[in-house]
């Protein structure tokens, strides 16, 4: 097991800046899952990390030692691709020994921990079968097999339940955190599906346009996005950004916004640089209120079983509230919403960080 440490690591591939500027420390043991849309640069962090790209600028670290220039075969990680990637005309048997036979281990000694592997995955009673004659779920527990056989201190795994179906992705889920934490194998996880993101990670880090966005909990990355990248990316619904102007009055500050003035309640807003902001707030943390903060107009009501979505429009501005479906409104009605302060977030308008 080992600790992994990320110090400025650069990409660039001809024109395209994959990655600028990553540094990120991975404790021994822990579970990280790198989160971001596609084309953010998510697989080739995790290459990096395995040694099969050489990052352009920066150094990578497991515990001390510097192992940029080191090739994947010397360090010891276990690997798992959304294309499950099995040895078509070995039985499931030989696609989990075939490391271990390149590694030159006695026979014995694979054979007994090929059966381990197959137990612990719930394969064993598939070993002589060849990857054509099983489920998708199987095949992807035979390579999660193969990775885990050769006992790696790092297990990097890339979007691997995309090809599953959806109660598949979910029980598989539950199965790979129970494993790693039985295993207590530092594992990377790459995936753009935030639930799974929250499901499954200690430490989650946003990626976007080659940048780490936050690194944090899935509490902390919920609670508290760090800028408006991750506000909007995390969430049933993205948070509802109002554009606003702050301006101080003597008792604290006060947030202009089409249609409606917020008195800010200090402690929220300290070291406020650019007067011009987002108010932010999460379409689940608005309340329907007669004598709310805001009047809105409903453009859309949509009942969806637990919940209901509320499109309604303040001044110009759409803003979506996830509410109870017992609140029955229709289209035109008038609606008062209250902005409980403190669930309010405002960010800079130029940067997007939050202030
Ligand atoms: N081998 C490559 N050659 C050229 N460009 C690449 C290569 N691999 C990735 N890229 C580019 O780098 C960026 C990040 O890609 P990638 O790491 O695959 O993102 P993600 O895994 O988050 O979807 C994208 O713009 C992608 O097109
Ligand atoms: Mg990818």
Redesign the pocket.
């Known amino acids: 097991m080992v600790s992994i440490k990320l110090e400025n690591v650069s990409k660039i591939?001809?024109q395209?800046r994959?990655l600028d500027g990553v540094n990120l420390d991975i404790a021994d043991g822990e579970f990280v899952v790198f989160l971001?849309p596609?084309?953010?640069?998510?697989?080739?962090l995790l290459l990096i990390v395995a040694g099969i790209y050489k990052p352009t600028t920066g150094h990578v670290y497991f515990d001390s030692e510097d192992v940029t220039d080191l090739p994947p075969k010397d360090r010891n990680v276990g690997m798992v691709f959304q294309s499950y990637a099995l040895y078509p005309h070995m039985t499931v048997y030989d696609n989990i020994a075939f490391p271990l036979k390149l590694k030159k281990m006695p026979r014995s000694e694979i054979d007994r921990k090929v059966r381990d592997v197959a137990k612990l995955m719930r394969i064993d009673h598939l070993l002589d079968r060849r990857p054509s004659q099983l489920s998708g779920g199987q095949q992807q527990r035979v390579a999660l097999a193969r990775a885990l056989a050769k006992e790696p201190s790092v297990l990097l795994l890339d979007e691997p339940l995309s090809n599953l179906d959806a109660l598949l992705r979910i029980n598989m889920r539950a199965e790979l955190k129970r494993l790693q934490r039985e295993l207590k194998v530092t594992t990377i996880y790459?995936t753009h599906d935030q639930v799974e993101a929250m499901s499954m990670a200690d430490k989650i880090v946003v990626?976007n346009e080659g940048r780490i966005q936050q690194v944090g909990g899935p509490d902390e990355i919920y609670g508290r996005p760090a800028n408006t990248f991750v506000a909007t990316f995390i969430g049933t619904l993205p948070m509802n950004l109002i554009p606003c102007t702050l301006t101080w009055e003597a008792d604290g500050g006060v947030l202009l916004c089409p249609g409606f003035k917020y008195r800010v309640p200090s402690g929220i807003v300290s070291n406020v640089k650019g007067d011009e902001v987002y108010l932010g707030i999460r379409p689940e943390h608005i309340e329907v209120a007669g004598d709310g903060d805001v009047k809105a107009r409903v453009v859309v009501f949509e009942p969806l079983g637990k919940d209901a979505v509320i499109t309604a429009q303040i001044d110009e501005h759409i803003v979506k509230v996830i509410t109870k479906p017992e609140v029955r409104v229709s289209p035109g009605d008038t609606i008062g919403l209250r902005l409980p302060p403190e669930k309010l977030f405002i960010y800079d308008k130029d940067t997007g960080q939050l202030l």
């Open positions: 591939f001809g395209v994959a971001g596609s084309g953010g640069g998510k697989s080739t790459v990626i």
